[in-house]
DNA sequence: GGACTTTGTTACTGAGAGGTACCAAATCCT
DNA sequence: AGGATTTGGTACCTCTCAGTAACAAAGTCC
């Protein structure tokens, strides 16, 4: 399902649609939607704005696909995560070490674009409910994760140790965009592996 | 400290400062602060636009006042929660079903106006580091909390568990203004119920 | 080659943003 | 009473915003 109906057809388009959506993906992860204006996106992106209106919608439209895009890039990457980290309580150890790693690198100081939007937006573009569906997948993956972790709990407690999870981590991309430094992250990550360790 | 030097020259003003700034403070909570405009902030304050920038400074001086407000009030309700829990592992309990009380209510969906502006400003305004400041005294009240239900804890996992209870709050934040149902939030409640009753 | 279609580029639009000049009104001090 | 000082209110400033009209350029299809 490509954004051009027909490719062949009429001049052909001088920029590539996925390496400009990575850009301003970028772009509105360090600043934030409403504080992101078109003249920016022109910038950054090389393309010029009627060309943007045409193959994106209007600045609204185009926020909604750099939302659908990374939210699809940022399960993909707690999939990848929780398949290095491998199984047993050991796995949840070697998970939350494997994002520290993530976290304390130049894009993580930027927390996660689907919590600064959610923030923004209050979870929800043109009708859809974009921080809704987040949550659900990235709860989906961390189950996955406990599960394996944790072959003996009930459905019951893995439940109740996802949600727990899920929202520390929603709260650690709070910590992380505020600009806290790596002392103080490293702080938050020890808390969560000290509960793991009761698990 | 008030705001304005001499209050007795002059004509005198015809509206209450501390009003004024309660109800720009609601107003900042639910929309943001780059998607609050000057013109909103007149019409819901009543006040004329140069009486504003007198009184209070350009829009960001204005925001920093309200966030410095916020944050004293949000640290006095902690304050009162925790004192109302109780002591003992139930206080930790009794907290959080008052929180949730509070969570669900319809100020409470609209999140935590540190957390808003933390995703928003990055933390920072003009120089002032909020965030880190929230965080600090926010730390001190769970840990009072903590303190009184686990006496036998030592420091170093008083702490622990302090850092963990909150990034969770910071993360529930985020679900609450994101929108989502009492269910779900209710969930989250539960996820940390049981896992303080490990402690 | 010529009709058709799509894209690149420039210039522009109306609306709204944050912020201020200016003057009348209301108080205090002498 | 009259200057001094502060506030209320109207009108205005400049700048930037999202969005678009219009036309040249570059392709495909017949």
Request: net charge negative; glycine share 8%; with cysteine.
């Amino acid at each position: 399902m490509s954004l051009s109906a027909n490719a062949a057809i009429g001049r052909p388009r001088l920029f590539d649609e996925e390496a400009v959506l990575a850009k301003l993906t970028a772009l509105f992860w360090r600043q934030g939607y409403s504080q992101t204006s078109m003249t920016e996106i022109v910038k950054i992106s090389g393309v010029h704005k009627p060309s943007l209106y045409r193959t994106f919608g209007t600045k609204e439209e185009l926020f909604a696909i750099v939302l659908r895009r990374y939210l699809a890039e940022r399960i993909g990457m707690f999939t990848a995560l929780i398949e290095q980290a491998g199984p047993g309580i050991g796995g949840v150890h070697r998970f939350l070490e494997l994002f520290e790693g993530d976290a304390i690198s130049e894009r993580g100081r930027d927390g996660c674009l689907m919590v600064m939007a959610s923030n923004e937006l209050r979870g929800s573009l043109a009708g859809y409910d974009f921080s809704a569906d987040y949550r659900r997948q990235m709860g989906e993956q961390i189950r996955i994760l406990l599960a394996r972790a944790l072959p003996e709990a009930v459905p019951e407690l893995i439940q109740a140790r996802t949600d727990l999870l899920v929202t520390y981590l929603l709260g650690l991309q709070v910590v992380l965009r505020s600009g806290a430094d790596a002392e103080e992250i490293h702080r938050y990550f020890h808390a969560v592996h000290v509960t793991a360790d009761t698990w």
